[in-house]
Each structure stands twice: as structure tokens, then as C-alpha cells.
């Protein structure tokens, strides 16, 4: 397990089902911000011997993802959704014209349950933002579709060039219910 | 010294390296001294090349990768030297073009001074030099550390000459295809 990441996957084991289904579909790198309900993930991927690269900001990770992808590499990046607007010119400027396809998952905050005023307005955009770009995403709110999900973006990514997101939707649980 | 003499050094010291240029100046500088010749040329999204050229870098540990950087492009994404203190990429440099201007949107003047060397300096695990002329450029490829920092200082504003503006798809295969074929010689 990578220094720093606590593995927490009390939630029926969705973290782990994505962890899995991403390292068994060649992912070599994770680039990140760290986020409570993807520390399970990122446990599990360290122990799948993925690469785990805690980056500054998120526009860096997707940036970073792309050096991985022309590269010939298979990165994933992962963030909170409230990161997405961080992100957003390495995606409208980088990664959709260069057509370079990079699985996302994204943490949902602002979103149902949210008790974070600073959150709400980032969490109604985060959908329509990616949207706007062309990016299609996912909500995943059981253990039970995470593999399947996981494989769908991965193959939207990698295989037909397009960025996609996973939404880790409030339903899953997972760790942030406390703040 | 002018972009291109610093992007000529480059092509000419590095032949086998595989460099990302940040938009405008040095995209420009990059595409003239190298003839297009298959490197990772941002058009746009300013403040994300070295993160890309360090994404580089970590999946091509055997490859060696220069980050060419305007100082307005790593002023906007100097969180990146932070990670690459971090992780340490061994096979990464980056030359940063220091004219203190905005070139691609009219020289409008950088805000204060990058300072890039000393703030690479005092991160740690990044060698860090500035150099005013070719010749030293030219011995400063060779013999810095990686990864590394090269502030490369400008007092010619020449325009290089092609157009920053890059065909995304063009650009990509191209990279690819240099990224397949074997360098030409070897690489310390």
C-alpha cells in the first residue's frame, strides 16, 4: 500500500470492484487530488502495482494523463467533482482536440446529502460542464455496476479516443456522511 | 539570444529527445528548428506542458524529454515544478524561454520575474542553471542533472515564424510515430 493511503473500502466494496476492474484493464498510472471515497481505490490500484502520482492540481493530472497517453500508456485520473472546474482547460484545450481519451473518476460533491454551501453551485455544473465539452458520464450508485461502468469508460477511453467520467454518486457512501 | 537559437540547441544537442513545447512562442520556435519533426506541440491550454512533458517522462523512463516553456506558461503552471521535486522524473528537463513577456498575446510584460531558477533551487531534486547565449545553452543539455530547470534568458523578441496554431490530430500521430521508432543514437 502506497505511503499515506488508507485503505477504506466500508461501503460494500465499490472501491475496490473499480480498483480491480481498472488495473485488470491495463491501467499503468493513476494521476490524482486526493478525495476520502477514492482513498479505497487508490489503495487498491497501489496494490495492483498502478503507479499512484499525487499531483498539484487537477488541470496537472489530466495534463499528466495526457503525456501518459501519447505515450502509449494507459492512465486514469481521478478527482472530487468540486476539482472539475480546475481541470477544465487541460480538458477543452488538450485532451477533446487532441483527442486524447482519458477514463475520469470524479467524487460527487454539491450533490444529495451535501451540507457544504461552497460545494453546491460546482456540484449543479459539474454534469452540464461536461456536457458542454462533448464529455459523456456516468453515475454509478451500486457496488453492483461498478465493474461494468468502470470497463465502459475505460473502453470509451482508450478504444474509441474519448474522455469519460464516472460520477461516484452520494448513494455509494463511502466515507464523506461525518463532515 | 532568440526562441529559435534556443529551440535550434535543443534539436541539435538532444537529437533523440522528445520535447513538449508550451503554446505560442515556443511551439513556434520548436516547429522551425525541428521541421515538424514528430514532438508534442501544445496549441492552446496554456500552463499545462511541463505536466505533460513529465507524463512523458514517467512512461518513457529510457527516453530523454525537454519541456520548452514560455516564462508567462510556467509562471501559469509553476505548481508542476512542485510534483516534478516530488517525484523526481530522471530523464526530464525543461528550458524556459525568459523574455518576460506575453509574445503570443502582443509582449505584454510578466507581472514580476519568474525567478524560476532560484524557486527550482530551493524545492529540491531539481538542478537548476540560467544561461544567456547558445554556446552555454548548448553545454548546459549536456551536463545539467535531471530532472533539471534551464532558464534560458531572451533579449531578441523575434517572432520564430511557423504558425502556433497546430493541427491537434496531426500533431498526435506524429508524436506517436517518434515515440515507436527507435532514436537514432544513444542517449546519456
Not at chain 1, 99 to 128: D, K, W
Not at chain 2, 82 to 105: C, K
Request: proline share 5%; with cysteine; charged share 15%.
Amino acid at each position: 500500500m502506497a505511503e499515506g493511503v488508507v485503505q477504506r473500502d466500508n461501503a460494500g466494496g465499490w472501491q475496490s470492484a473499480i480498483g480491480h476492474a481498472l488495473a485488470d484493464g491495463g491501467v499503468t498510472v493513476a494521476a490524482y487530488v486526493p478525495d476520502t471515497r477514492l482513498q479505497g481505490v487508490l489503495s487498491c490500484l497501489a496494490d495492483r502495482s498502478v503507479v499512484l502520482r499525487s499531483l498539484s492540481r487537477e488541470e496537472e493530472c489530466v495534463a499528466y494523463a495526457v503525456g501518459q497517453r501519447i505515450s502509449g500508456r494507459r492512465p486514469v485520473v481521478l478527482m472530487q467533482s468540486s476539482g472539475l472546474g480546475n481541470s477544465i482547460n487541460a480538458l477543452a484545450s488538450l485532451a477533446v482536440p487532441y483527442r486524447l481519451g482519458i477514463p475520469m473518476v470524479l467524487s460527487m460533491r454539491g450533490t444529495l446529502g451535501e451540507a457544504n454551501p461552497g460545494q453546491v453551485p460546482m456540484g449543479r455544473a459539474t454534469v452540464p460542464l461536461l456536457n458542454a465539452l462533448g464529455i459523456q458520464s456516468f453515475s454509478l450508485r451500486s457496488a453492483e455496476a461498478a465493474k461494468q461502468v468502470t470497463d465502459g469508460i475505460m473502453t470509451l477511453a482508450y478504444d474509441a479516443g474519448e474522455c469519460a467520467a464516472l460520477l461516484l454518486e452520494p448513494e455509494l457512501g463511502g466515507g464523506r456522511e461525518s463532515h | 539570444m532568440k526562441a529559435t537559437d534556443v529551440a535550434d540547441a535543443i534539436v541539435r544537442t538532444l537529437p533523440d529527445a522528445l520535447c513538449v513545447s508550451s503554446l505560442g512562442t515556443a511551439t513556434s520556435a520548436l516547429r522551425q528548428a525541428s521541421g515538424d519533426a514528430g514532438h508534442f506541440y501544445f496549441g492552446a491550454s496554456m500552463g499545462s506542458a511541463l505536466a505533460a512533458a513529465m507524463g512523458v517522462a514517467d512512461a518513457l523512463p529510457d527516453r530523454v524529454v525537454v519541456a520548452l516553456l514560455g516564462d508567462g506558461e510556467l509562471l501559469m503552471g509553476a505548481a508542476t515544478l512542485w510534483s516534478v521535486s516530488a517525484y523526481r522524473p530522471r530523464n526530464l528537463l525543461a528550458v524556459v524561454l525568459a523574455d518576460g513577456a506575453y509574445s503570443i498575446t502582443g509582449g505584454q510584460p510578466l507581472p514580476s520575474s519568474g525567478r524560476f531558477v532560484e524557486v527550482a533551487g530551493a524545492l529540491g531534486g531539481i538542478a537548476a542553471r540560467r544561461v544567456d547565449n547558445p554556446s552555454e545553452l548548448a553545454a548546459a543539455l549536456v551536463a545539467t542533472d535531471r530532472p533539471g530547470l534551464i532558464e534560458a534568458v531572451l533579449d531578441e523578441h523575434a517572432w520564430p515564424g511557423p504558425s502556433p496554431f497546430v493541427d491537434p490530430n496531426r500533431v498526435r500521430l506524429e508524436f506517436e510515430r517518434r515515440v515507436a521508432a527507435r532514436p537514432s543514437s544513444s542517449q546519456s
